[in-house]
């Protein structure tokens, strides 16, 4: 990896953002998940309501907000993850420290 530059390191995180969000798992995961779908059906339904009244245009716009804004989600909650999965392996990693820890903590 020599040559490679910092900011490269945001390139290949991106890349990588795109492709757990494009994985087939995670597909299978948003066209599975019922919570997942009873709010994409509540969406679609409302978006057709309000089509009736503001027209497609507007709704198209208003559906591409959504998607970015989802997209952005997705995202933060994929970024969050690997902070959290980090700091777990940093904890378990260190298992004299975390028994002292929990020792102090039980006190």
Same mark, same amino acid.
């Given at each position: 990896?020599? *040559? &490679?530059?910092?900011?490269? *390191? $945001?390139? &290949?995180?991106? +890349?990588? &953002? @795109?492709? &757990?969000? %494009?994985?087939?798992?995670? @597909?299978?995961?948003?066209?599975?998940?019922?919570?997942? /779908?009873?709010?994409?059906? %509540?969406?679609?339904? /409302?978006?057709?309501?309000? #089509? %009736? !009244? =503001? @027209?497609? #245009?507007?709704?198209?716009?208003?559906? +591409?907000?959504?998607?970015?804004?989802?997209?952005?989600?997705? +995202? =933060?909650? !994929?970024?969050?993850? $690997?902070?959290?999965?980090?700091?777990? $392996?940093?904890? !378990?990693?260190?298992?004299?420290?975390?028994? /002292?820890?929990?020792?102090?903590?039980?006190?």
């Amino acid at each position: 990896m020599e *040559g &490679l530059r910092l900011e490269e *390191g $945001f390139d &290949l995180l991106n +890349d990588l &953002l @795109g492709c &757990l969000t %494009e994985s087939e798992t995670w @597909g299978a995961i948003h066209s599975q998940n019922a919570v997942i /779908q009873n709010a994409v059906d %509540e969406l679609y339904q /409302q978006l057709e309501e309000i #089509k %009736e !009244i =503001a @027209g497609s #245009k507007y709704v198209f716009k208003l559906e +591409d907000s959504i998607n970015f804004y989802t997209g952005a989600l997705n +995202d =933060a909650a !994929i970024l969050y993850g $690997f902070r959290v999965a980090l700091k777990l $392996f940093h904890a !378990i990693s260190r298992p004299m420290e975390m028994s /002292q820890y929990i020792a102090k903590r039980s006190r």
